[in-house]
């Protein structure tokens, strides 16, 4: 109703007021009681610090620095990496209840709808750049573009989302009708979309590091485009909207890219560590690699690991204590069973999926194709499929002196899968990473069971952890969070190549990550759903961790399942690569923590999330999303 409408729209003002205080550029210009909303427009410096919080704001607000890129991502929490396929999660899917289907109710995300207080810091800048601050020109223009960015941002995250959400092109005032109605997907879509092509028009091609550019929009932009056609395809699906040509938005993301590239400045990274060193190290990535368009970061050295809501370093790391193991396991290592850097109080929330690592990381096969491992000429001419599911190296294996299973399945794989998680046999830290039975990481390995100590899947991440010193809780760091990449777009290029069913410039795009980052075969006839299944491989390889995956797997249960079920997303239990101690054989089995938490059901309403009820008995133009 208009009171609770009122009582938004008062709290937006307070919390613009918040924004210009909230910079130490502003408290260095004057006393709180003295800053004004005409000193902002006024002062170049100010007015950037108000615009620095239009995109971080985007956040959820108790997450403080998460933007929607990230990898918890604030408002997106049920659609992020962590409850996606990808990783075990020792605490997040269990407490957003968004895997069991009984849990999701229309109170699910209360809260999350809400992004009117941004919007309103944005429509205020807009209309304070529109009129002229005074600034110079190529100024003025690039912060209109951040505004537009900013707000852009907003309405294209919002609608893959909610599906419809308010359009509000103007700053409101008490007067104004504030009971405003949902516009359809594709409005918001179209508004979102037009709002970053202004950006793009008017943003500077080069900016501080952390800042929106051109590229950023361009970027941005393929991602929206694409997004577009899924969610207005699941609108024509549920009878909210007539048949749409959905080809402009297929053509609108190649035009993204084409016009991204144009500009000369990004580049793909080279293969192995300088492709992982865009993550694990902050000071390279700080540096702007060519490949990074936009990134959400801070200096090393600021907040102390155990603040999981600014860095996620802790959630990846194990406890390593050598005190902690077995006594027979420390002397199958000579009493030194760590001899480099010993993270002492990882909490390891958060590890990788067996399963999805065994589907996203080829090896190059015996003929010189790649293929996943258990699809692989290699498996099947040296491991045999036991009827109670162990996988065991046989006769021909023992002949040939494969005398080891693990040797055998981790060589000549993707080169990103070394960069992105830590296998047996591996290293991690500077120390043997030896998850079989038996080994200083299996999690049976230690006197007391605990869900930190060991590796709980049989694996850990490496990408996004600096493997640079013994990580405790306190120690200080800061955190780099890629945002937009170049092999991102040329990824979003082949998705829309292949809607078109545009076979060969499809294998043209996958093909520019996995040669150079994959140091994969290069795809020469591949077509159809044997491409398909390519490519989602391919993106998941390329942006594990980069909270990309689930909305990658809704957009295409919409295009190729017709909004019904996932079946990556509906893996039921969870389960742990148990390798043997000799390593003649490993099986999955059960998680020894947290199986009910990830255990995966995926429903076919969960293409949009709920409108909490509490909106819609606010405001009668409200009603609930399809399928609810």
């Not at 692989?376 to 299973?405: C, H, M, P, W």
């Not at 991102?488 to 545009?502: F, I, S, W």
Request: proline share 4%.
């Amino acid at each position: 109703n208009d009171k609770n409408m009122r009582k938004i729209f008062n709290i937006g003002i307070l919390a613009v007021i918040f924004a210009f205080t909230s910079c130490n550029d502003v408290l260095d210009k004057a006393p709180l009681d003295l800053t004004t909303e005409d000193m902002v427009w006024s002062d170049a410096g100010m007015a950037q610090a108000y615009l620095n919080r239009i995109w971080y704001a985007t956040g959820r607000f108790d997450y403080q620095n998460e933007t929607w890129f990230s990898l918890y991502a604030g408002p997106l929490t049920p659609g992020t990496d962590i409850v996606s396929d990808n990783p075990y999660c020792r605490w997040n899917r269990n407490g957003s209840v968004v895997r069991n289907d009984v849990g999701w109710t229309e109170n699910t995300n209360n809260g999350l709808f809400d992004n009117f207080i941004d919007i309103r810091r944005a429509n205020i800048a807009i209309d304070k750049l529109t009129k002229g601050c005074g600034f110079k020109k190529e100024i003025e223009d690039d912060m209109l573009g951040q505004a537009y960015f900013g707000k852009g941002l907003i309405y294209v995250t919002r609608a893959k989302s909610f599906g419809g959400y308010p359009i509000i092109d103007r700053t409101l005032t008490i007067d104004d009708e504030l009971s405003l109605p949902r516009a359809s997907i594709k409005e918001t879509f179209d508004y979102g979309i037009e709002l970053l092509e202004k950006a793009a028009g008017l943003l500077n091609v080069s900016s501080p590091s952390g800042r929106p550019n051109k590229g950023a929009a361009y970027a941005l932009l393929s991602e929206a485009y694409l997004n577009a056609a899924a969610y207005i395809k699941y609108a024509m699906i549920n009878n909210e909207q007539s048949t749409v040509d959905l080809t402009p938005y297929l053509d609108g993301v190649i035009s993204s890219v084409n016009r991204l590239e144009a500009l000369g400045k990004y580049q793909m990274e080279t293969a192995g560590s300088d492709w992982g060193k865009q993550f694990s190290d902050l000071a390279y990535a700080a540096g702007s690699p060519k490949e990074i368009i936009l990134a959400q970061f801070t200096p090393p050295g600021l907040y102390p690991l155990s603040n999981d809501k600014m860095v996620e370093i802790n959630c990846y790391l194990p406890t390593m204590v050598t005190d902690n193991l077995k006594s027979d396991i420390i002397n199958n290592y000579d009493g030194n069973p760590y001899p480099g850097f010993t993270p002492s109080s990882g909490w390891q929330s958060i590890a990788p999926n067996p399963a999805v690592v065994e589907e996203s990381f080829y090896i190059v096969d015996l003929d010189g194709k790649a293929r996943r491992w258990e699809e692989s000429q290699k498996f099947a001419k040296y491991v045999e499929l036991q009827a109670d599911g162990t996988r065991k190296l046989n006769a021909q294996a023992v002949s040939s002196r494969f005398t080891d299973i693990s040797a055998l399945m981790y060589e000549n794989r993707d080169k990103r899968f070394y960069e992105t998680v830590a296998y047996d046999g591996g290293t991690y830290f500077g120390n043997s990473f030896d998850s079989r039975r038996g080994g200083n990481m299996h999690p049976e390995s230690f006197k007391a069971s605990n869900n930190s100590y060991g590796s709980v899947t049989g694996y850990l991440f490496v990408k996004s952890v600096p493997q640079t010193q013994s990580w405790t809780s306190t120690d200080l760091s800061g955190f780099h969070r890629n945002c937009l990449r170049l092999s991102k777009a040329y990824l979003n290029t082949a998705e829309a190549y292949l809607l078109k069913e545009d076979w060969t410039n499809a294998r043209g795009y996958i093909n520019k990550t996995r040669i150079t980052h994959g140091g994969l075969p290069a795809l020469a006839s591949e077509s159809g759903d044997e491409l398909w299944k390519i490519y989602l491989d391919e993106r998941n390889a390329e942006l594990m961790l980069e909270n990309d995956r689930y909305y990658t797997l809704l957009r295409y249960g919409i295009h190729k399942l017709n909004a019904e079920v996932v079946d990556q997303l509906n893996r039921g239990y969870m389960q742990k690569l148990d390798i043997a101690s000799d390593g003649s054989s490993y099986q999955y089995v059960g998680l020894p923590f947290e199986s009910e938490a990830n255990r995966m059901v995926f429903s076919r309403y969960r293409y949009l999330y709920p409108v909490a009820k509490v909106y819609i008995d606010a405001n009668p133009n409200y009603k609930q999303n399809p399928r609810y």
